[in-house]
């Protein structure tokens, strides 16, 4: 568990129950907790997720389910490679703020299509370039993921390719996205974090999810 997990009162209990939550979708074992119409009505004087989730886009990726919650329990952030852009941190911002949300989660996963796109178009391999052409949205996607990639193909294992290079790459960002999260969520006068944020990776295959070193 992280320091800024342990100094957060609430994170270490929030991440506990994820991480729970997660077993039993591994294990096929899931209660599918807190949807009913008895926490539908309760939720109507409020919310007070006990998480937020920056996640991708990807309709395999869907946080209620992996992690075995309910409704009012995650506030999650979706979009295409899960990129802490300017709109995504007003939403993490505001679970932070007003909601008291202790605990912040960027989830990266495996086989990520974003990702893959940004490893293609970095090493040439996907449509062609025209330099006076506008960008298409896919282009600049890829180019807000490439420094992940780069640092991927650098990094401990030089000469990775394929699946092995888009999951290192997914990681990277994953941990490269918690990091600019958290200098954001610090205190400006304390610097002590108003919510812990952590990096974690999905793996598809198994279910697991797998928290990532800061
Ligand atoms: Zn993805």
New binding site residues.
């Given amino acids: 568990m992280t320091q800024d997990v342990v100094r957060v009162p609430g994170a270490p209990a929030s991440l506990a129950a994820l991480m729970a939550g997660n077993a039993r979708f591994v294990a096929g074992a899931m209660q599918h907790p807190r949807q009913d119409p008895a926490r539908r009505e309760a939720l109507l004087g409020g919310q007070h997720p006990a998480a937020a989730i920056l996640g991708?886009?990807?309709s395999r990726?869907a946080p209620e389910l992996i992690f075995d919650c309910g409704l009012g329990d995650l506030f999650v952030v979706r979009l295409?490679?899960?990129i802490p852009d300017d709109l995504a941190r007003a939403s993490l911002e505001y679970a932070v703020e007003h909601l008291g949300t202790p605990l912040l989660v960027v989830l990266g996963?495996s086989q990520?299509?974003?990702?893959t796109a940004a490893a293609s178009a970095a090493d040439g391999s996907g449509s062609g370039e025209d330099p006076c052409a506008e960008r298409t949205c896919a282009e600049r996607l890829a180019e807000v993921l490439r420094p992940a990639v780069e640092e991927a193909r650098g990094g401990d294992a030089p000469g990775l390719q394929g699946a092995g290079l888009v999951d290192c790459a997914a990681r990277c960002h994953a941990r490269r996205s918690a990091a600019a999260l958290r200098s954001s969520m610090a205190c400006a006068a304390s610097g002590t974090p108003r919510a812990a944020v952590v990096a974690a990776y999905y793996d598809q295959a198994s279910g697991r999810v797998e928290l990532l070193d800061p």
């Fill in positions: 991708c886009a990807d990726i295409a490679g899960n996963h990520c299509g974003a990702i």
